[in-house]
């Protein structure tokens, strides 16, 4: 199995046609990733919570039917990434789930850190130019620097999305063609099951153009597990979306503005929290470090003003901005940095950790290729 080198930055792709041809360009085009990807997914499983491949593989096809049932346009992705890449639909569908896959046996999830990630969201009324802003500070494992990758993806039937994820998986955090974000938090809660994958509703709300259109459509599904969703439509509206795999919960902006980590913080959901107690003082360390940092330079907030917030370290070991080694027991890092104008079309991404990384802008193609 290759290995790949860090890069300075996370390399583009532009794939074009119905969801099957997507998925086929995709997995061609990445098959080296991909490839590591499912290596590098495997090898956790195992290592982590004592999950064999051949077990995980099989847990992993029977998350399909749920897929089928919901939005099979994502099965089409999925399929054309496993033959693009040569791997088969059950390794494809591994990589759309990882910690699901520790749902049988149940008490596999307890092994899964869940501390992963602080989103943000910033209305027109909260920026220097009026132009909103979403995003976060993408945290998993140091690996996933190796395997994140930009994607166009311009669809025959829905808005095309600007994406960054890892190889092979369809779906992860980005911006739609109609002004929407979706960006993803994981949360801990009882419950988890065979059903919808959660990495797979951020892009279910892209295919949608407003913030009430992608909270009807998450609603929808039987969802597997719980995911928090940070939602920005060109309407004016933004919402973060708590959720276990049974119910949700809705947080408002408040002066034009959103965060939120790893812990559920809505009232009607702090009893469905399940985070190790060694786990929440990072995760609301984080949160709080976000809002103040959100406030006091309300009005102020651009693309500069964000990088400079996001590459934040002042409350080592507890910080936005995290590096492999601030903690020794998890494995957790700030992988990837993220910074979108979703009406403007464009996002600014670093690797991670970004306070040793540039942000390289990335946009939609201006003009369509024939």
């Given at each position: 199995?290759?290995?790949?080198?860090?890069?300075?930055?996370?390399?583009?792709?532009?794939?074009?046609?119905?969801?099957?041809?997507?998925?086929?360009?995709?997995?061609?085009?990445?098959?080296?990733?991909?490839?590591?990807?499912?290596d590098r997914a495997t090898t956790r499983l195992?290592?982590?919570?004592?999950?064999?491949?051949e077990d995980a593989l099989a847990n992993a096809g029977r998350f399909r039917a749920y897929v089928l049932e919901s939005a099979p346009f994502f099965d089409e992705e999925i399929r054309g990434v496993a033959v693009g890449a040569g791997i088969s639909l059950e390794e494809a569908y591994l990589l759309q789930l990882r910690a699901e896959l520790g749902v049988v046996p149940a008490e596999k999830l307890a092994d899964e850190p869940g501390d992963e990630c602080t989103s943000y969201a910033v209305l027109p009324e909260?920026?220097?130019?009026?132009?909103?802003?979403?995003?976060?500070?993408?945290?998993?494992?140091?690996?996933?620097?190796?395997l994140g990758v930009v994607v166009e993806l311009v669809f025959d039937d829905m808005p095309s999305v600007l994406m960054l994820t890892p190889a092979g998986q369809v779906s992860y955090l980005g911006i739609n063609e109609a002004g929407m974000g979706a960006f993803a938090n994981y949360l801990t809660c009882d419950g988890w099951r065979v059903g919808f994958p959660r990495y797979l509703l951020s892009r279910l709300a892209l295919s949608k153009e407003s913030v009430p259109e992608a909270i009807a459509a998450i609603r929808s599904v039987h969802r597997a597990?719980?995911?928090?969703?940070?939602?920005?439509?060109?309407?004016?509206?933004?919402?973060?979306?708590?959720?276990?795999?049974?119910?949700?919960?809705?947080?408002?902006?408040?002066?034009?503005?959103?965060?939120?980590?790893?812990?559920?913080?809505?009232?009607?959901?702090?009893?469905?929290?399940?985070?190790?107690?060694?786990?929440?003082?990072?995760?609301?360390?984080?949160?709080?470090?976000?809002?103040?940092?959100?406030?006091?330079?309300?009005?102020q907030l651009d693309p500069a003003t964000m990088q400079t917030i996001l590459r934040d370290r002042a409350a080592y070991p507890d910080c936005l901005c995290r590096a492999a080694d601030d903690n020794p027991v998890h494995d957790t890092q700030t992988f990837a940095s993220?910074?979108?104008q979703p009406t403007a079309g464009r996002m600014w991404i670093a690797v991670g950790p970004p306070h040793e990384h540039e942000y390289v802008e990335y946009a939609f193609s201006p003009v369509a290729i024939a």
């Open positions: 199995m290759m290995n790949l080198q860090l890069p300075d930055r996370f390399p583009a792709y532009r794939f074009r046609g119905s969801h099957f041809a997507i998925g086929q360009q995709f997995g061609a085009a990445c098959a080296d990733r991909i490839r590591l990807h499912l195992r290592e982590k919570q004592g999950i064999r491949r909260a920026t220097r130019d009026g132009v909103a802003l979403i995003g976060q500070n993408a945290d998993l494992p140091p690996f996933y620097g190796e597990s719980s995911r928090n969703l940070m939602l920005m439509d060109a309407h004016g509206n933004a919402a973060d979306v708590e959720t276990t795999p049974t119910g949700d919960a809705v947080i408002e902006p408040v002066d034009g503005l959103l965060a939120h980590a790893n812990h559920y913080s809505h009232p009607a959901m702090l009893a469905a929290e399940r985070a190790k107690a060694e786990y929440l003082p990072n995760t609301r360390t984080r949160e709080v470090t976000m809002w103040r940092l959100l406030r006091e330079h309300r009005g993220l910074i979108a």
